[in-house]
């Protein structure tokens, strides 16, 4: 078995698609043979109603266990002891869901604490920020799963930065407009700044507490162009897009802008997404993938031609994230 693999999805600009995203790649890892564990570290919880209806995640709330990420991690905040064992959802065998909880947000200022405690090698601190790694390999020990996906909040607060911790690649989603490139030059410099904090403190680490490694890698970008609003003249939005390799080249990996690919050339975009429009509704309301979705969803006629182009587009997609992640795929 491959060791886990740990790709967050993160931006700090909502509504990119970046809970669609982490959806849709973990139904087409499973189509191809993988167990995922999908982590829902958004106190929003939006992935969470994505795999659960409203009726499941309340059923799931009145259950008296660890079943949410916050839950798992509760006791340990608390001082009352560690973690305790997360029991993550199953809307399929081949998934494991680490809920979210709207309540995870109290952790923001333990984690901002606990991070600058990290730097007195204080053995507390690591356990509060190496929580969320600790959660999601118990979650991926429970079905054997080779990669993890972790859903963020659009922001760059603390709860974030410990969760980047937990993760060995991010990938970046970004929107063609203004707000996303200029959020990439934030983003990015962020990103590399967490990094370079956290291998620091890692370092003063003591003996037997587990740290999680956080290389946090870029493993590229992907233009969810569903984003475009249809009031603007299509020329904005392909000026926007041709900054993209440019900016994540300067902002997210600190080089030099030029021999710039144009978009549709550059190794670092791992797609061009479309917009799915109807589909997507229709997957929110089956909770399926787009990609998935049958007559008897409501995806008839012209809309089969468009659930086959859209599995092809995130069939292609996942193959460049495992081979940017070098997480290797069931042949
Ligand atoms: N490729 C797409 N085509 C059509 N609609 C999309 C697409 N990706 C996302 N959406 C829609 O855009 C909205 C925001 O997406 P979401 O994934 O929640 O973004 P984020 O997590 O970045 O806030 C949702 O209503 C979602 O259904
Ligand atoms: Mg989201």
Request: charged content about 25%.
């Amino acid at each position: 078995m491959q060791a886990l693999k740990t790709i967050a999805f993160f931006n700090n600009k909502g509504g990119v698609g970046k809970t669609s995203l982490v959806y849709h790649v973990a139904w087409m890892l499973r189509e191809l043979g993988l167990s995922v564990v999908a982590a829902d570290l958004d106190p929003q919880a939006n992935l969470t109603s994505f795999f659960l209806d409203e009726e499941e995640i309340e059923e799931l709330w009145e259950r008296n266990e660890a079943n949410t990420v916050w839950r798992a991690i509760r006791p340990l905040y608390e001082g009352a002891g560690g973690l305790e064992r997360i029991v993550p959802q199953r809307p399929d065998d081949s998934i494991a869901l680490v809920s979210g909880d709207l309540e995870l947000s109290r952790y923001e200022d333990e984690l901002s604490r606990a991070w600058a405690e990290c730097t007195d090698g204080k053995a507390r601190a690591f356990r509060v920020i190496g929580a969320f790694a600790e959660v999601i390999r118990q979650a991926a020990a429970q079905v054997e799963a080779a990669v993890a996906l972790v859903d963020l909040g659009p922001n760059l607060g603390s709860l974030n930065r410990a969760a980047l911790t937990a993760c060995d690649h991010v990938v970046l989603p970004l929107g063609p407009d203004l707000f996303s490139i200029q959020g990439l030059r934030n983003v990015g410099p962020t990103l590399r700044t967490w990094r370079e904090q956290w291998a620091q403190r890692r370092s003063k680490a003591p003996p037997g507490v587990f740290a999680p490694e956080g290389p946090m890698a870029p493993a590229g970008y992907v233009m969810m162009r569903h984003a475009i609003r249809l009031d603007r003249p299509v020329r904005a939005y392909d000026r926007w897009m041709a900054q993209a390799p440019g900016a994540y080249r300067e902002a997210v990996l600190g080089e030099p802008e030029e021999k710039l690919p144009p978009i549709e050339h550059d190794p670092h975009c791992l797609a061009r997404l479309k917009d799915y429009r109807s589909l997507m509704a229709m997957a929110q309301e089956a909770r399926k993938p787009m990609f998935l979705l049958k007559p008897a969803d409501g995806a008839i006629g012209g809309h089969q031609t468009a659930v086959a182009e859209c599995y092809d587009d995130f069939l292609d997609l996942v193959r460049k994230i495992a081979k940017r992640c070098d997480l290797s795929l069931p042949s």
